[in-house]
């Protein structure tokens, strides 16, 4: 057994921490104490010069507290969506606060981002809302309180049909396009920024009260797996206060047309994200799905949403995009 630790008084105690929490710190270190790579570290430091301001023996990078501080700052206005240049000179001048706009003349020459000399890790935005840029690099770090506060402050602010389409799918897709590019690459990427997509929309759903016209029913055909639409779709109804009923993905046949016959909805929205899973006879099947008393039974409008559906919905309605499934489905459950 071995010797137990003497006994220190609180004052050593307290310098050793003190010592310790001024120690410089390696590139590595940082890059996990603040969810970067070491590559976007070394990146900032020769591009926008910030970096430690003492350097070891060998140039190795050692990062002090102060040094740190400049680095959460960058953080911080990058994930917001300044550009980097600007947020480096925000940064550096202490203030967190990004200057007026800068001409590209004024820009030192290795500040220029072209496409080129971009970080190995930037995703293929083109002309998208700042805030689209700013989820984009918290993305790509893996950063997931800054995901989902910005994703919260989009919808906040947006509201949920413009946020899904002005910053979550432009980002959505262009995460896929880089994974899609760069050999099964930023796969946890797309998983981390879905994930808060997901919870995000689901936070901002409300509970409606029920309507005599009866829920809409949101449901991913079966065999579906890809329910962020659907998720999207039952936020946006549940902001205006529709009542919806969320069943997800891939709904077997059975249940869906059993619950269908149960909870008599005003509509029925159907989500196929590939032609394979598009059941056109389910559909129809719903569709002709009856309820109540004699002389008086109903049965739901049928909408259909996704590229699955591309050339076999024919004759239901197939919007192009969520704003125009909301009308849809906002005009059924609130109409005679």
Request: proline share 9%; with cysteine.
């Amino acid at each position: 057994m071995s010797e137990p630790t003497p006994h220190r008084p609180p004052a050593e105690r307290a310098e050793q921490a003190s010592r310790t929490a001024d120690a410089p710190l390696t590139t590595g270190a940082v890059a996990r104490r603040l969810g970067v790579s070491p590559t976007t570290l070394r990146s900032w430091d020769r591009r926008y010069g910030i970096g430690p301001a003492v350097r070891g023996e060998g140039r190795h990078r050692r990062w002090s507290p102060r040094d740190i501080e400049v680095l959460e700052r960058m953080c911080r206005l990058t994930s917001s969506g300044v550009p980097p240049a600007e947020a480096a000179r925000a940064a550096r001048s202490g203030t967190g606060v990004p200057g007026p706009a800068t001409s590209a003349a004024e820009v030192p020459a290795r500040e220029r981002e072209s496409p080129r000399s971009r970080a190995a890790g930037a995703l293929p935005l083109g002309d998208v809302r700042q805030e689209c840029r700013g989820l984009a690099r918290a993305a790509v770090r893996l950063d997931a309180p800054a995901v989902e506060e910005l994703l919260a402050a989009a919808v906040e602010q947006h509201g949920v049909v413009a946020a899904w389409h002005e910053v979550m799918m432009p980002t959505l897709h262009a995460v896929g396009r880089k994974w899609a590019s760069s050999g099964d690459r930023y796969v946890e990427v797309e998983h981390l920024l879905s994930w808060h997509v997901s919870t995000v929309l689901r936070r901002r759903t409300p509970v409606a009260p029920r309507t005599a016209a009866g829920p809409v029913v949101l449901a991913c055909v079966p065999g579906e797996q890809h329910a962020l639409p659907l998720e999207a779709l039952n936020a946006a109804l549940g902001e205006l206060g529709l009542p919806t009923r969320m069943f997800g993905a891939a709904v077997p046949g059975e249940a869906l047309t059993t619950a269908v016959r149960r909870l008599g909805p005003s509509a029925v929205f159907l989500w196929a994200q590939g032609r394979s899973t598009a059941n056109l006879p389910l559909a129809r099947h719903v569709a002709a799905t009856h309820w109540g008393v004699k002389g008086a039974r109903r049965r739901p409008v049928v909408v259909v949403g996704g590229p699955g559906w591309s050339g076999a919905a024919r004759e239901m309605p197939w919007p192009a995009a969520l704003k125009d499934a909301v009308e849809l489905l906002s005009a059924a459950a609130t109409g005679p």
